[in-house]
């Protein structure tokens, strides 16, 4: 049986393999968007808003509030958890929160209660308890498919809940809801029970069909007041906060959606030969690399890929420290680095991609042993293609794409456009031992 050492290919080896490749030079271009993002000192009042919107009318006086935070790694969430404590309090009930992250932090309570804290989401940081459990309660089944329908334990005894989440495109299916608050319903709030369940049920019943369904059958069932929505911009900082109450809880979401469509960031060119992901991770996506940017989406129960970019091959480099070593969606890779190899838990991988039907999602690339050697295997596998030719892009994550690496040839295409601008001239690769010298863009 071999070691996790003895599946890291020397780089000798892969230089053998592949021959003499001259690598590209790399310049540095940036992403020219015009944002407004809500500024630190207004969050605490947009969030009072938010909360202030919401319908408290059949919610006894000092009855208990569930506030749902969940795993992602969404700007400013201790502040905005902390936000909607404070005028959960201010309006004379009492606030605590629970996770609502279905089967992360390795399915376990404790593992969960880690997520949060690795997120600034601690007791002391946002000022309630936490309560963190894998218990949950049946509340009802569809009618038409008889379904189960559960839910945290602790939020289905509360006298109100309140989901908080940020509302973005999904990475495995397309729909009026995505990634949201209905989802953190459903899948998050339902523990790995409820996310085995829907994730089982949609190799049959789409996610897109499935998630609005069961969102109107717990917002009947449970005291859900309404949730606190969270919308990003390109540079990942909060541009709307925002109460939206049980009724028109659907449609408002899917209206937060569109807009969260129109503001989200991508990569800047839709043909690329190579990238380079310095990191992947549950806090930068459901699926570790977000797959509405990189165009792959080869794990998706009966979902198409998205139609652009189009990307030779992957490399990535590593797992975010908040992953706890979940490398959900490296199968979106065409080789890793033995970094991420080293950070791999591999059971709360597997648990992650059982919980969510995508197996394949968590098969692992060859894995490199240096920088030098994932590069040049790679350029490898692209084809017959000019080194001045070569369209390769580093970028730190597949949130952060504000300012990236880029090759020469799209450093010239980049110069010819208004909505990109030339930082840094390129130069050759810096390598120490065969791995990157430069920090990862952005950075």
């Known amino acids: 049986m071999n070691s996790p050492e003895q ?51 059949d919610v006894p006086d000092g009855g208990e509030v569930a506030i749902g935070a969940g795993s992602r790694g969404i700007a400013n969430l201790a502040t905005i958890v902390r936000g909607v404590v404070e005028s959960v309090s201010e309006l004379g009930y009492e606030p605590f929160v629970f996770p609502a992250m279905g089967s992360h932090g390795g399915a376990t309570a404790d593992g969960q209660r880690e997520m949060l804290a690795s997120l600034g989401v601690t007791e002391e940081s946002i000022g309630c308890e936490i309560r963190s459990s894998m218990n949950v309660v049946e509340v009802g089944e569809t009618p038409d498919r008889g379904v189960p329908v559960v839910a945290d334990s602790h939020a289905a005894a509360a006298d109100a809940i309140i989901p908080i989440n940020r509302v973005k495109p999904h990475t495995d299916y397309d729909g ?93 060119f839709d043909e690329i030969d190579v990238l380079v992901v310095d990191e992947q991770g549950k806090d930068i996506s459901g699926q570790g690399m977000d797959t509405n940017v990189i165009g792959r989406r080869p794990f998706a129960i009966q979902e198409p890929e998205p139609d652009s970019p189009d990307i030779k091959r992957i490399y990535t480099r590593g797992v975010t420290e908040t992953s706890h070593g979940n490398a959900m969606g490296m199968g979106s890779a065409d080789f890793a680095h033995a970094n991420l190899l080293s950070e791999l838990d591999a059971s709360s991988t597997l648990i992650n991609a059982i919980t969510a039907s995508t197996t394949r999602g968590v098969r692992l690339p060859p894995v490199v042993e240096t920088d030098r050697a994932g590069l040049v295997a790679a350029l490898s596998g692209i084809g017959v293609v000019d080194t001045q030719d070569l369209r390769v ?51």
């Open 176 to 268: 009026t809801v995505e990634s949201g608050l209905s989802k953190m319903i459903v899948i998050g709030m339902g523990k790995q029970r409820g996310a085995r369940i829907a994730h089982e049920w949609a190799v049959d019943w789409s996610l897109r069909n499935m998630i609005p369904e069961i969102t109107g059958q717990l917002l009947d069932s449970l005291p859900i007041v309404g949730g606190v929505a969270i919308v990003e911009d390109q540079h990942d900082d909060t541009a709307i906060i925002e109460g939206v109450p049980q009724a028109g809880f659907l449609d408002r979401e899917a209206e937060l959606l569109e807009i969260a469509y129109d503001i989200m960031p991508t990569l800047p």
């Open 7 to 57: 599946l890291v290919v020397p780089e000798a080896a892969v230089m053998e393999a592949s021959g003499e490749r001259e690598l590209p030079d790399f310049g540095v271009i940036e992403q020219v968007w015009e944002t407004d993002p809500i500024l630190q000192e207004n969050l605490p009042s947009r969030t009072a808003d938010a909360v202030n919107a919401l319908e408290f009318a």
């Open 393 to 443: 892009l580093r970028v730190r994550d597949t949130m952060r794409l504000g300012r990236v690496y880029a090759s020469p040839a799209l450093v010239e295409e980049a110069q010819n456009r208004e909505d990109l601008a030339v930082v840094a001239e390129p130069d050759p690769i810096e390598f120490d031992n065969g791995q990157f010298v430069a920090p990862s863009p952005g950075e």
